[in-house]
């Protein structure tokens, strides 16, 4: 299934505008370049939490996408979290998942 936001991950991701896996995600909150953080619903409730309480300390908005979305849509597996930079993409794929209301 080929959604808008699906479709921008894929764009940002071979554009480098997406940054893939938990650790470097952490990082990108950190230095304050994440406009947006994306988190897999099956992530472990260790990295959710270290993920969302970075985010809420650093004002990034995050949201929860369902099992596997991530991964397909970026063309990679078994990522669980991705940051993307700032931007006029990060901020369309923002405004796509708050008219879903997937908001963590």
Do not use: N
Not at 4 to 14: E, F, I, K, N, Y
Not at 31 to 41: F, I, K, N, Y
Not at 76 to 94: S, V
Request: charge should be positive.
């Amino acid at each position: 299934m080929m959604t808008p936001v699906s479709g921008l991950m894929g764009l940002a991701s071979r554009s480098g505008q997406i940054i893939l896996g938990a650790e470097l995600t952490l990082q990108e909150i950190r230095s304050g370049r994440a406009g947006l953080v994306l988190l897999d619903e099956g992530a472990s409730e260790g990295t959710k939490k270290k993920i969302l309480d970075a985010c809420a300390y650093r004002g990034v908005p995050a949201y929860i996408l369902p099992v596997d979305a991530l991964s397909r849509a970026c063309g990679k597996e078994g990522r669980m979290a991705a940051a993307l930079k700032k931007g006029k993409l990060c901020q369309r794929i923002r405004e796509l998942l708050e008219e879903d209301g997937d908001r963590a």
